[in-house]
């Protein structure tokens, strides 16, 4: 168990709505990070939070926001959804950035959110 | 930009066979350099690590050597076991990147 909590772990919905994906970091990590994982593209990082902030972009579509809240937790919003979103959706997190404020090297994914859009 | 490229899968081996699965990367600078591990129904997790050239990382029997002259660091393991079997990833990151993923490698181990 990595202590990376995602809430719901499967979704089912149509195309054209909006959900929420949540996740819950490791008690005392400040890190949230999002990626996508499809079959044709692979795991993709979208973006990440520090400690309520955004810190940096992936390739995270317009129509998909996500924000950290006080108590640390993430949601990843994705609206207006295509057939082509249906992926698996891991969170990850960790302490904090390094000195340069980016990326830590040691993350914890959640056991992931699939995403089925019909 | 960074770009890592894995060995194509899935991988089939029987049990206490020799594993190998090759990734290489393109990169700027000095990268460090990761093995992930995916079981099923479970997120990856970190495997091993290296972070400078001919740096060795090791876990769970398991062994990658950051090779600059050839841009590589394929993963080993002198006997696998049925306990083994998921999904691999190569990931390049370190100061000032996010980890860039590579594709992914099944493995099966047959007992």
């Known amino acids: 168990d990595s202590g990376v909590t995602q809430t719901p772990k499967h979704l089912i919905t149509a195309t054209g709505q909006r959900v929420t994906l949540r996740c819950s970091p490791r008690?005392?990590?400040?890190?949230v990070y999002w990626y996508q994982q499809s079959l044709d593209q692979g795991l993709q990082f979208l973006i990440q939070y520090y400690n309520g902030e955004e810190r940096a972009k992936g390739n995270i579509l317009e129509r998909f926001s996500a924000q950290q809240f006080p108590d640390l937790h993430s949601e990843l919003n994705l609206s207006s959804l295509e057939l082509g979103d249906s992926a698996l959706y891991f969170c990850a997190s960790s302490v904090a950035p390094d000195s340069t404020g980016v990326t830590n090297e040691k993350l914890f994914f959640g056991s992931g959110t699939q995403l089925s859009v019909l | 930009g960074d770009s890592v490229t894995q060995m194509e899968g899935p991988v089939t081996l029987s049990e206490e066979a020799f594993l190998t699965i090759n990734c290489t990367y393109t990169a700027t600078g000095y990268p460090s350099l990761f093995w992930y591990v995916q079981y099923p129904g479970e997120g990856l997790q970190l495997l091993l690590k290296a972070t400078k050239a001919d740096d060795k990382g090791s876990n769970k029997g398991f062994e990658a050597t950051y090779r600059k002259e050839t841009t590589s660091f394929h993963l080993e393991k002198g006997s696998v076991q049925v306990s083994d079997s998921a999904v691999y990833f190569c990931?390049?990151?370190?100061?000032?990147?996010?980890?860039?993923f590579g594709s992914g490698t099944q493995l099966t181990v047959l007992p």
């Open positions: 990931a390049l990151g370190g100061s000032a990147r996010q980890l860039t």
């Open positions: 008690s005392g990590d400040l890190s």
